[in-house]
């Protein structure tokens, strides 16, 4: 069972930036997708950015595209989410992922085995 530890968050003024780091307690090369999710108060978690962790091949959600980064640091067994821009609307509890099954890497909450426990984002205008 591997366990995801996420850290960076905290309090920003729209326009600034923060980057998220996300450790896995052991290799996850061997794991078909990594992702970042948010979910703010009152709202359903959705889908921020993802990335195949063999290819590397990125894809973001319309609303942060543009303004935020997924990476990974294999040797750190870690991934970023690097956040520039950002707005109140970006205000939320973000968590990782990982997906191990083989396929087609998408939004769905259902196909990330692990998730960590998230960090707080806030963005005051």
């Known amino acids: 069972q591997v366990q995801l530890v996420e850290s960076g968050g905290g309090s920003v003024q729209a326009g600034g930036s923060l980057k998220l780091s996300c450790a896995g307690s052991?290799?996850?090369?061997?794991?078909?997708?990594l992702a970042w999710f948010r979910q703010a108060p009152g709202k359903e978690r959705e889908g921020v950015a993802r990335?195949?962790?063999?290819?590397?091949?990125?894809y973001y959600a319309d609303s942060v595209k543009g303004r935020f980064t997924i990476s990974r640091d294999a040797t750190k067994n870690t991934v970023y989410l690097q956040m520039n821009s950002l707005k109140p609307e970006d205000t939320a509890m973000y968590y990782c992922?990982?997906?191990?099954?083989?396929?087609?890497?998408?939004?769905?909450?259902?196909?990330?085995?692990?998730w960590g426990q998230g960090t707080q984002v806030t963005v005051s205008s």
């Open positions: 992922a990982v997906r191990w099954s083989a396929g087609y890497c998408s939004w769905d909450l259902d196909d990330f085995r692990n």
């Open positions: 990335m195949y962790t063999g290819g590397g091949s990125t």
């Open positions: 052991r290799y996850t090369a061997d794991s078909n997708c």
